[in-house]
T-cell receptor
Framework: DGGITQSPKYLFRKEGQNVTLSCEQNLNHDAMYWYRQDPGQGLRLIYYSQIVNDFQKGDIAEGYSVSREKKESFPLTVTSAQKNPTAFYLC????????????????FGDGTRLSIL | GEDVEQSLFLSVREGDSSVINCTYTDSSSTYLYWYKQEPGAGLQLLTYIFSNMDMKQDQRLTVLLNKKDKHLSLRIADTQTGDSAIYFCAEKAFNKFYFGSGTKLNVKP
């Protein structure tokens, strides 16, 4: 079945450590997104990519980094510079690339919950 | 950025109708969406409406759009305990998505 796979489901980070969250999609979507969700709050955009080898900062990019070397993969690294990383991280994708407006929505993975040890 | 607002909580009894409201700011929005999030899971697309439509019905779900007032609502008929979740509205403008903070629906038996 086509979809978005996020791994791991739970992740623990030690102080000063970088951790990488995986996001893979087999929907052949051009655009991919990372969001952070804090308890009782909505989604905040961290980074997004509309095409391979290109990505843009969202509203809260500080302390995070991404890469988009393959169309199907958009890993997110939470660096030690992110002082409050405990949150639920959601990856999404949509069919739209640059300049391709459509009614197609975002599809979401099941999320990764990151906690501090 | 765009501003999408929702009330935080709604409580209804099983079998009643639920109405979840949302306001948005961008008059150039092309599509508006409703998502459902169950505990510990991602967002599941429920339905969407194009900005030139007033209403869309899909089984127990009815979406109403008042473009003049930039107001969107989701009505769930015959609400069940399985409908308890957080509901997000989202607008799409210029190929970017903007989400509300979510409305937590509690369905009492």
């Amino acid at each position: 079945d086509g979809g978005i796979t996020q791994s791991p489901k739970y992740l623990f980070r030690k102080e000063g450590q970088n951790v990488t969250l995986s996001c893979e999609q087999n929907l052949n979507h051009d655009a991919m997104y990372w969001y952070r969700q804090d308890p009782g709050q909505g989604l905040r955009l961290i980074y997004y990519s509309q095409i391979v080898n290109d990505f843009q900062k969202g509203d809260i990019a500080e302390g995070y980094s991404v890469s988009r070397e393959k169309k199907e993969s958009f890993p997110l690294t939470v660096t030690s510079a992110q002082k409050n990383p405990t949150a639920f991280y959601l990856c999404a994708s949509s069919i739209d690339g640059y300049g391709r407006g459509s009614n197609q929505p975002q599809h979401f993975g099941d999320g990764t919950r990151l906690s501090i040890l | 950025g765009e501003d999408v607002e929702q009330s935080l909580f709604l409580s209804v009894r099983e079998g009643d109708s639920s109405v979840i409201n949302c306001t948005y700011t961008d008059s150039s929005s092309t599509y508006l969406y409703w998502y459902k999030q169950e505990p510990g899971a991602g967002l599941q697309l429920l339905t969407y409406i194009f900005s030139n439509m007033d209403m869309k019905q899909d089984q127990r779900l009815t979406v109403l759009l008042n473009k003049k007032d930039k107001h969107l609502s989701l009505r769930i008929a015959d609400t069940q305990t399985g409908d308890s979740a957080i509901y997000f509205c989202a607008e799409k403008a210029f190929n970017k998505f903007y989400f509300g903070s979510g409305t937590k629906l509690n369905v009492k038996p």
